[in-house]
Nanobody, 125 residues
């Protein structure tokens, strides 16, 4: 069973930054594409960012492009999401997820087999 544990969420003012981390159990981390999704109150879960197995190919939603950076450290089984210039509309629960199929460029939650429990991000105006 693959387990993902997110951390780094919190309360921040608009314009601020947060760094989310997600540690994944097991030896297969480097074979997974990894993604971050988020869910705002009363809304459906949406794609934010993803990265290929070799970290060479990130992919972002239009809403976060230019402000968020996804990265991974395969030696530490960890994926990161650096979030800068945060806005109130970035508020929500952020989930990391693992995609064994490697379809990082599609941004589809259905491609991801394994999910973390989420970490809350709240941005105040």
């Amino acid at each position: 069973q693959v387990q993902l544990v997110e951390s780094g969420g919190g309360l921040v003012q608009a314009g601020g930054s947060l760094l989310l981390s997600c540690v994944t159990s097991g030896r297969a981390f480097k074979t997974y594409a990894m993604g971050w999704f988020r869910q705002a109150p009363g809304k459906e879960r949406e794609f934010a960012a993803a990265v290929s197995r070799d970290e060479l190919r990130p992919y972002y939603s239009d809403s976060v492009k230019g402000r968020f950076t996804i990265s991974r450290d395969n030696a530490k089984n960890t994926v990161y999401l650096q979030m800068n210039n945060l806005k109130p509309e970035d508020t929500g629960i952020y989930y990391c997820a693992a995609d064994p199929g490697g379809f990082w460029y599609r941004g589809r939650s259905s491609d991801y087999n394994y999910w973390g429990q989420g970490t809350q991000v709240t941005v105040t105006s």
